[in-house]
C-alpha cells in the first residue's frame, strides 16, 4: 500500500484510462451520495429556490466554482503568455459590479420577491418584452453551457473513453446524464452543495499543481512568490497605452458592466442569491463572493507563470496553443498521477459547477416564464418541470454532438459570441426595466 501511494504522489508517469475512470466514478456517487441526501421531500419551491433556506457561505463557494467554467480551468494558466496578469485589471472591476449587484440589483429582486428574474419585464413592458427577454437568456445559456461541456466531453473522450473504444455521443449521454440525476429532484437545494464540493475541488487540483512543480523546480513557497514576482509575465497593470485593449481603464470598467450584466442579470447565477434566506445574507454572499475572486484568479494565473517556468527549466518544447500547456504537464507524464488525477477531476468539477446550475436555470426561467407552471396546480406544475429538466438535458446533449459535428473551434467560437450578444440584448432590456421600477 505504502509502494502505491508512493507512485501515485512521487513517481512521474502518464495515467491509464482506468485508473482516471475509477476516480471520477468514485467522485460522481459523492455527487449523488448529496443528490439523495438533499432532494428529499423536494417540491418545486425546493428545485428553484431551495425553500429559501441556504447558507450564504455555502452559496458564496459554491458560486465561484459556477463562475469559472471548464474553459477558464484550462486557459488562465496560458493567458498569462499573452496578456500578462493584466486580467486582474478587469477582476477588479467585477468586484465593482458585484458591489453595485449587493446594492441595487438584489433589494429589487427581494421587494418584488422574484422566483425568475425576468418577470418584473412583464411587469413594465408586457407580455412580448418578458417572453423575449426569457427566449433569449434561454438560447444564450443554453448554447455556452453546452460549449463548456463540449470541452469537458472531449478531454474526457481523450483521457478516457476512445481508449475503452467507447463513441463521443455515448460519452455526452453519459456526461449530461449524470448531471440529471443529481440535480432533477433537488434543483437549487442540491446544487449550492455540489457546487461548493466542485469549488473546493478545483481549487485544490490548481493548489497541489502549483506544490508539485514548485517541488519538481525545487522551490519553496518563497521560492514560487519570488519566481512569480520576478516574472515578466506577471505584469498587472497598463496605464501608458490608451490604444491597448489590456488599458486599465477599458479593462475595469468593461469588468463592472460585464459582471452586472452577465451576473446581476443573468437567471444561472441569480436564482443562487435568491435561494438565500433574506436580503442581508444574499449581499454578504454577494460581497464575500466579489472578494474572493481575487484571490482565486491570482492562484490561477500564478500556475501559468509557474507552468511556462517549469517547462523552461527541463527544456520541454511548449505546445503551439497555450491552452494546451496545463493539460500537457498534467496528464503527460511530466508530473506524479496525482496532479493529473486532479486536473481530470477538477476540469469536470469545473464544467459540470457551470453547467448543472445552467440546466437548473434553464428549467426554472421556461416552467415560470414560458410554461407559467404558477398557475398551473401543483401536481401538474411539477410534472411540466420534470419534463422540462428532461427536455432540456436532451437539448444540450443535441447541442454538444453538433459542435463535435462541426469540428471547427473557430465556428464554435463563432457561435459562442453569438450567444454572448444576447446577454447584452437582455442585460440592456432589463436595465432599461430596473431604471424604470426603481423610479416608480
Known amino acids: 500500500m505504502v509502494e502505491k501511494l508512493k507512485k501515485l504522489f512521487f513517481v512521474k508517469k502518464k495515467m491509464t484510462p482506468l485508473l482516471i475512470g475509477s476516480i471520477i466514478g468514485g467522485y460522481f456517487l459523492i455527487l449523488l451520495l448529496i443528490a439523495w441526501t438533499t432532494g428529499r421531500k423536494s417540491d418545486n419551491a425546493t ?10 457561505y ?44 449587493a446594492n441595487i ?10 422566483t425568475s428574474i425576468y418577470s418584473y419585464l412583464n411587469q413594465r413592458f408586457g407580455y412580448f418584452s418578458y417572453k423575449s427577454g426569457s427566449l433569449l437568456f434561454l438560447a444564450s445559456r443554453t448554447v455556452g453551457s453546452a460549449a463548456r461541456l463540449y470541452l ?27 448531471i440529471w440525476l443529481y440535480t432533477f429532484r433537488g434543483g437549487i437545494k442540491t446544487i449550492i452543495w455540489t457546487d461548493t464540493l466542485q469549488t473546493l ?25 519570488q ?10 497593470f497598463v496605464w501608458d497605452d490608451w490604444g491597448s485593449s489590456r488599458h486599465f481603464v477599458k479593462q475595469f470598467f468593461s469588468g463592472a458592466f460585464i459582471t452586472i450584466v452577465m451576473t446581476g442579470l443573468d437567471q444561472d447565477m441569480m436564482q ?11 449581499q454578504k454572499n454577494m460581497y464575500w463572493y466579489g472578494i474572493a475572486f481575487l484571490p482565486v484568479n491570482i492562484l490561477f494565473m500564478s500556475l501559468g507563470v509557474l507552468l511556462f517556468s517549469f517547462i523552461a527549466q527541463n527544456g ?28 481530470i477531476l477538477g476540469l469536470v468539477a469545473a464544467a459540470y459547477s457551470s453547467a448543472d446550475s445552467a440546466l437548473t436555470s434553464l428549467t426554472t426561467s421556461f416552467s415560470l416564464d414560458i410554461m407559467e407552471i404558477d398557475k398551473m396546480s401543483e401536481t401538474k406544475a411539477k410534472r411540466t418541470r420534470v419534463l422540462t429538466h428532461i427536455g432540456f438535458t436532451v437539448l444540450t446533449a443535441l447541442v454538444i454532438l453538433v459542435f463535435r459535428i462541426l469540428n471547427q473551434d473557430s465556428i464554435i467560437d463563432t457561435i459562442y459570441t453569438l450567444a454572448g450578444y444576447t446577454y447584452g440584448l437582455t442585460g440592456s432590456l432589463c436595465l432599461w426595466a430596473i431604471h424604470q421600477i426603481s423610479g416608480a
Open 152 to 178: 469537458m466531453a472531449s478531454v474526457l473522450q481523450l483521457a478516457i473513453f476512445d481508449a475503452l473504444g467507447v463513441p463521443f455521443y455515448q460519452t455526452v449521454i453519459i456526461a449530461i446524464s449524470l
Open 105 to 114: 440589483l438584489l433589494p429589487l429582486y427581494y421587494r418584488l420577491n422574484l
Open 47 to 56: 428545485f428553484f429556490l431551495g425553500n429559501r433556506r441556504s447558507p450564504w
Open 201 to 225: 475541488l478545483m481549487l485544490s487540483a490548481v493548489g497541489i499543481t502549483i506544490y508539485y512543480i514548485g517541488a519538481s523546480m525545487n522551490l519553496g513557497l518563497k521560492g514560487m512568490a
Open 227 to 236: 519566481t512569480i514576482i520576478e516574472s515578466d509575465l506577471s505584469r498587472v
Open 316 to 343: 520541454i518544447v511548449a505546445p503551439e496553443r497555450a491552452d494546451d500547456l496545463y493539460p500537457m504537464l498534467a496528464m503527460g507524464g511530466y508530473l506524479p498521477p496525482i496532479v493529473g488525477i486532479l486536473f
Open 58 to 101: 455555502i452559496v458564496s463557494i459554491g458560486m465561484i466554482g459556477s463562475s469559472l467554467s471548464g474553459v477558464t480551468f484550462i486557459s488562465v494558466p496560458g493567458w498569462v503568455q499573452t496578456q500578462q496578469f493584466t486580467y486582474l485589471q478587469m477582476v477588479g472591476g467585477f468586484v465593482l459590479g458585484y458591489i453595485v449587484i
Open 272 to 282: 443562487k442569491n435568491l435561494s438565500c434566506k433574506n436580503l442581508k445574507d444574499a
